[in-house]
């Protein structure tokens, strides 16, 4: 029996449109939403989209065409509801929205279960463990700062460093240590396993790509990080850094990662360039590969493209540098069945931004809150 699949209305309440956008496309399922409403409209536009999350107030579903009930990642018949939810809507990609199942999906995109846009089952477990990560970029050449394991002589060390956990996101338990003592006390403090990595100095940045199916950087879309809160961007500038563009293709093209990823990294003045995370998956900040990229060549775009067989040729380094994003919360009414009630706080929702209301030009990075 298949999962059941709730048929969603459109943001606007307008009636459900499973098969408006694109009928002869392979629909896109998309896994652990949450609050990525932004990715799943996205993609709304360009196909059919269901969103597979056991939370049943995850924002992020009534962007979709339909919601399919899964359960928990760590039950064993996670991957075959899956299964289930792509054959019965006809889905060509699917594509995590967190870390914490793109394993799996590797996985289960080996033994040809789904078609998963996601990197081999090795990479996915390196770069979901970031000691195991640090180990697999310095192996390939690629840049990332120096980084040891607690037991470690931690008197050699140069500080200050971090310690954080290997398996953090969210920028959860990130602690600045500036002598042993202290790198002793948060190991003790933090109840998971950590490492204890160089404090970067300099800008930190980030890189924005997209790889096929076969393993090619498709493009590398570099911006700043000018306001990040629990680990996710609310303000940045799309760049043009030929460094960077040429790290995220380097990155993108030794790990052969296919679909989104995210990688982080530091500009510090002294070691120059060194890479901090590598996420297999849409960033927290998903507007650069929306607004920066020319049209036709969005992210979803291409994705859509590739999933329905389509070959993408590369254009790394081929956007639109210089625009500015800075994002804001919103919400939806739901009544007492769980339904948006098409409601707003506002009547007409959100107001059109008004330009004339702009800030002087200048510095963007000047703006605290």
Not at 297 to 312: C, D, F, N, Q, S
Not at 321 to 328: D, E, H, L, N, V
Request: proline content about 11%; some cysteine.
């Amino acid at each position: 029996m298949s999962a059941p699949a709730h048929e969603a209305p459109g943001p606007d309440g307008s009636p459900p449109a499973a098969h408006r956008p694109g009928p002869d496309r392979p629909a896109v399922l998309l896994t652990g939403a949450g609050k990525r409403y932004d990715i799943v409209a996205c993609f709304s536009k360009l196909t059919k989209t269901i969103v597979a999350d056991p939370n049943p107030l995850a924002p992020a579903q009534y962007a979709a065409h339909a919601r399919a009930d899964v359960p928990l990642i760590e039950d064993p018949d996670y991957v075959s509801t899956l299964q289930r939810i792509c054959a019965e809507h006809g889905v060509g990609a699917v594509l995590p929205l967190t870390d914490l199942d793109i394993e799996i999906l590797a996985q289960a995109k080996a033994d040809g279960r789904l078609p998963a846009f996601v990197p081999s089952q090795e990479v996915a477990k390196a770069t979901y463990d970031k000691y195991e990560a640090h180990l697999l970029l310095s192996e390939l050449g690629l840049p990332s700062p120096p980084t040891v394991l607690p037991e470690a002589d931690l008197e050699a060390l140069e500080y200050p460093v971090v310690v954080k956990p290997r398996r953090g996101s969210g920028a959860r338990s990130i602690h600045l240590a500036r002598d042993p003592a202290q790198a002793r006390f948060f190991e003790n403090y933090v109840e998971e396993p950590v490492m204890v990595q160089r404090a970067m100095g300099g800008p930190e940045l980030s890189i924005d790509c997209l790889g096929d199916l076969e393993g090619r950087c498709l493009n590398a879309i570099p911006r700043t990080m000018l306001e990040s809160r629990g680990g996710e961007s609310i303000k940045g500038t799309v760049v043009e850094d030929d460094e960077l563009i040429e790290l995220g293709r380097r990155v993108m093209e030794a790990l052969k990662v296919s679909g989104p990823a995210t990688i982080q990294v530091f500009r510090d003045p002294e070691i120059g360039v060194g890479i901090t995370d590598v996420n297999t998956r849409f960033g927290g900040a998903f507007p650069a590969p929306a607004y920066a990229a020319k049209p036709g060549w969005t992210y979803p775009e291409l994705i859509v493209k590739m999933a329905g067989g389509e070959r993408v040729e590369p254009h790394v380094g081929e956007f639109i540098a210089g625009m500015t994003f800075t994002r804001y919360y919103w919400q939806l009414e739901l009544d007492s069945e769980l339904r948006p009630t098409g409601r707003e706080i506002v009547p007409g929702g959100p107001p059109t931004p008004r330009p004339e209301t702009a800030a002087p030009s200048g510095d963007p990075g000047r703006e605290e809150a």
